[in-house]
């Protein structure tokens, strides 16, 4: 069996307007990286994981509902020495997958990166206010989490051999499920968010909204309190 360099876990839950697009992008990867592809279903009720199916991926099921749980499965079944989490509406560059390695390659105490994401269905304005809130939100987030604070889970990578000294991704949060592996992988080494490294994502989840209200709540929340403020993500 031929070894895997990288991993990459896709959770997903009524995605079916988004999973293609995603998986698409994974397998238009310029790289002589060997990697795999696999598709977290987490009880989805749409064509979602018909879809993935018909990309020739692996594509396991999830019974708890929720993100966090879905990763952590992800991550039990994935080969790879560097795991990759991207969400179901995330779009990856064709050279992600090169740029991820050359960073775990060229620092030896990194364990786990990630990068900044870019709307590709949204205004310009609404991507300039992406931008200028940023840095802000990331300095609020690392400060009261006191550095334990690192990249969010649709665009994430990270060591295999040090997440396997964690507890794993809660399978009890469905929100900070990211926020929280980042706090247990801290002890194993340095988390390092790159601003280069970007990746496009739906806006869907940022208009202004109940739900909206509630992704800013808590990510406040798991950022000074770590817990959520509401054990819940929103389904948009």
Request: with cysteine; hydrophobic share 35%.
């Amino acid at each position: 069996m031929k070894k895997i360099d990288v991993s990459v876990i896709i959770p997903a839950y009524n995605e079916e307007k988004f999973i293609q697009k995603s998986i698409t992008s994974v397998k238009k990867q310029k790289t002589k990286l060997r990697y795999e592809i696999i598709v977290v279903d987490n009880n989805s009720t749409d064509q979602t994981k018909e879809i993935a199916k018909k990309q020739n991926v692996k594509v396991l099921t999830e019974k708890i509902q929720g993100v966090g749980a879905a990763r952590r499965t992800g991550t039990e079944h994935a080969k790879g020495e560097i795991v990759v989490h991207i969400d179901a509406d995330t779009i990856i560059p064709t050279n992600h997958l090169e740029r991820v390695w050359e960073h775990f390659k060229k620092d030896e105490e990194l364990v786990c990166l990630g990068g900044m994401f870019l709307f590709y269905d949204a205004p310009l304005w609404k991507n300039i206010l992406r931008k200028v809130l940023y840095k802000p939100l990331l300095f609020f987030a690392k400060v009261f989490s006191r550095g334990t604070f690192g990249p969010s889970g649709n665009n994430m990578a990270f060591k295999k051999s040090s997440y396997d000294k964690t507890r794993g991704f809660s399978k009890n949060l469905k929100f900070g499920e990211d926020m929280e592996i980042c706090k247990e992988l801290k002890i194993w080494g340095k988390i390092k968010t790159c601003t280069k490294l970007k990746v496009g994502v739906s806006s869907r989840r940022y208009k202004i909204s109940k739900n909206f209200v509630l992704y800013v709540m808590n990510f406040i929340s798991m950022s000074t309190r770590k817990k959520p403020y509401k054990n819940e993500l929103p389904v948009v």
